[in-house]
């Protein structure tokens, strides 16, 4: 859900910049207010040995930015209450690689992480398109998870997320960084390569967050905000 902004200066219009790039998020977010809001999405197995989380966001607690967990299994992309972190737990489980303490200064921020299995700086977290960490990634693939895929939150029930999501992409690849940073700032049409699920956030109202890859619809809880 983006939307170019314009400044003029002398005969020339200059894009806005917001958070280091030339974006503006349009009025078409979601806004999650920490304490129970959250949306679930019917994607259940993100299996297999590489994948990619990215969206945009602003606020100040990420906690379960983007989510999946049953159990001790897990893929969560922006984790924790203050220095967030990204987290599997088929590799290094809580100890992960941080987001960038940046990410929840409270301005739009493009937030991704990547990961391939068994290969040097094969789990990679990228801050506006910049590499924060990487290291050589462990050699056991994601397993199925089988539960739904949530935004904002554990399950629906704890460790709710602050702020504003726009644009989460999810991939079944891992995405470089010339391609983060190409198409950060630009909507997809939703039929790339290894693209398997894309929330614009477009809706503007109503309780569905539409999937523009897919079926994957998301259910709005508790009242996120438009």
């Known amino acids: 859900a983006f939307m170019r902004l314009a400044l003029m200066v002398g005969m020339l219009i200059w894009p806005a910049v917001f958070g280091g790039h030339a974006f503006a998020q349009a009025g078409s977010a979601l806004s999650f207010d920490g304490t129970d809001d959250y949306v679930s999405i019917p994607l259940t197995d993100l299996s297999g040995s590489e994948i990619t989380i990215e969206y945009w966001f602003k606020g100040s607690t990420l906690q379960s930015a983007v989510r999946q967990q049953s159990g001790s299994n897990y893929i969560v992309a922006g984790w924790g209450s203050g ?131 897919g079926s994957n619809n998301g259910t709005l809880h508790n009242g996120p905000s438009w």
Request: proline share 2%.
């Open 83 to 213: 220095s967030s972190k990204h987290i599997l737990s088929n590799d290094g489980g809580t100890a992960g690689i941080s987001v960038g303490d940046d990410a929840t200064d409270g301005g739009w921020h493009h937030i991704a992480m990547t990961w391939k299995q068994n290969s040097p700086d094969g789990f990679v977290s990228y801050l506006d398109g910049k590499i924060v960490e990487k290291r050589q990634s462990g050699n056991t693939p994601i397993p199925n998870i089988n539960t739904s895929l949530i935004l904002g939150s554990f399950g629906g029930g704890s460790e709710f997320t602050s702020g504003e999501l726009d644009e989460v992409r999810i991939w079944n690849v891992a995405r470089t960084q010339a391609q983060i940073q190409g198409n950060m700032n630009l909507s997809l049409t939703g039929k790339e390569s290894g693209l398997v699920a894309y929330y614009k956030f477009d809706n503007g109202s109503g309780t569905t967050l539409a999937d523009s890859a």
